[in-house]
């Protein structure tokens, strides 16, 4: 048996902005870092035989401080990258709105239609998303893993789970920062045990973006 535990990096500067990071990246806001060492003691007695994380600054930062002084070996995945939103990145949320209505419309509202030529599609994402999870199936047929990466990685994911239609990728609950997720596998067969669970976190300390 093994458990995958799956978490969003810490919160950032552009995330309080509303700017969209997408491959582009930006430092991890105090209470971004604080919550990381939280979930780091609350994940302290998991014995973890490895940590995956995107490249990108955010979840390397996310991954170390939820390692903390531990012996555990770290593993940049190409795959676990956010999704490639090609000239919107850095730009405000607000900004891409009114340039892009009818595209950013269906990134939010309507997943399954949105299909752009310059940035990644939702089943793009998912499709290498899932081929981190027949990889780390593949390298650990037992004990705990943790992957530290983005929103639409840990949502696609999470639908591929439970075999839902891409139409309902946004359906609750959404993926904030730290918040953490867990798969278990047995004998192939897969059971979600927790998703976007904060109970890390003290009510005062929640700062959703």
């Keep these: 048996m093994v458990k995958i535990y799956m978490t969003r990096h810490g919160q950032t500067e552009w995330n309080r902005e509303r700017r969209l990071q997408g491959r582009l990246d930006s430092d991890l806001t105090t209470i971004g870092s604080e919550n990381a060492k939280l979930l ?48 919107w990145e850095g730009q405000q949320q607000s900004d891409v709105q009114k340039q892009y209505a009818d595209e950013f419309h269906a990134f939010w509202r309507a997943p399954h239609l949105y299909h752009p030529t ?15 999870l027949k990889r780390v199936m593949t390298n650990h047929k037992n004990g705990n893993v943790l992957l530290v990466t983005h929103t639409v990685v840990i949502k696609t994911l999470l639908a591929y789970m439970k075999q839902i239609p891409m139409e309902n990728l946004w359906d609750a609950p959404y993926i904030h920062d730290t918040c953490l997720s867990v798969i278990e596998i047995v004998n192939g067969q897969k059971n979600i045990l927790l998703e976007a669970d904060m109970s890390h976190l003290q009510p005062d300390q929640y700062e959703f973006t």
């Design 40 to 87: 780091g003691e609350h994940l302290s007695t998991v014995p973890f035989d490895a940590i995956y994380a995107s490249p990108s600054g955010r979840t390397m930062m996310t991954a170390s401080l939820i390692k903390g002084n531990r012996p555990i070996k770290v593993f940049t995945d190409e795959d676990l990258q956010e999704i490639y939103m090609g000239s």
């Design 118 to 132: 310059e940035r990644e599609s939702f089943q793009q994402v998912q499709d290498r998303a899932v081929k981190v």
